[in-house]
């Protein structure tokens, strides 16, 4: 049975950043599945012109999202947030959510329940210039919070909502001071045979 792979490049081109780290990671990515037989793949670059009902009907239509994004003062970068902005709304009552779960007899329980895509499953990369001991190291930054219930922890909150589950996340630490691209891709490479052909 074939897997249906949705591919979303949210490397944004502004200020000094290209986008060049995420694109190949999303290169990397669709070079893989493309080289087994068990998987279709369709692809959205943010930084190109999209129709947002196109986009829902990928989201409706895929078995695995795929996240791929850089932080921005700790968060998505604002292209990659407006494309799901616009993208999530554009779903509603189309695929991706009816309402958030809850009912008018009981109001206080179950909020975020309403997702339509309960048997989609997601993945998130993330590329950071902080190092991972500043998310490990008592004293340090981040508190000893990992990216997923530290700074990410809204972002998989909101997947959560439409219903999809989590795959393990896969982060690049201290891009911009001591990247290591073949390193980095290698490592990458191994993770999805974990979390794909295992």
């Known amino acids: 049975m074939t897997t249906k792979v949705f591919i979303i490049n949210g490397g944004q081109k502004f200020g000094h950043s290209g986008?060049?780290?995420?694109?190949?990671?999303?290169?990397?990515?669709?070079?893989?599945?493309?080289q087994h037989a068990d998987f279709e793949v369709k692809t959205t670059n943010i930084n190109?012109?999209?129709?947002?009902?196109?986009?829902?009907?990928?989201?409706?239509?895929?078995?695995?999202?795929?996240?791929?994004?850089?932080?921005?003062?700790?968060?998505?970068?604002?292209?990659?947030?407006?494309y799901i902005d616009v993208v999530f709304t554009e779903g509603y009552n189309k695929g991706i959510y009816h309402s958030d779960g809850r009912?008018?007899?009981?109001?206080?329980?179950?909020?975020?329940?309403?997702?339509?895509?309960?048997?989609t499953k997601y993945m998130l990369t993330t590329s950071w210039n902080a190092p991972k001991e500043a998310f490990t190291l008592p004293n340090e930054f981040f508190m000893e919070r990992s990216v997923d219930d530290g700074p990410l922890f809204g972002f998989h909150r909101m997947n959560a909502f439409t219903g999809m589950k989590p795959l393990e996340s896969f982060h690049f630490h201290d891009v911009e001071k001591n990247s290591n691209i073949a390193r980095d891709m290698n490592l990458y490479q191994e993770h999805l045979r974990k979390t794909f052909l295992n």
């Open 19 to 34: 986008g060049r780290f995420n694109e190949t990671i999303f290169q990397e990515s669709i070079s893989f599945f493309n």
């Open 48 to 82: 190109e012109e999209y129709n947002p009902k196109e986009e829902v009907e990928k989201y409706v239509w895929a078995d695995v999202i795929i996240y791929h994004t850089p932080i921005w003062w700790f968060q998505l970068p604002h292209d990659l947030k407006k």
């Open 103 to 119: 009912s008018s007899a009981n109001p206080a329980i179950n909020y975020g329940t309403g997702g339509m895509l309960k048997n």
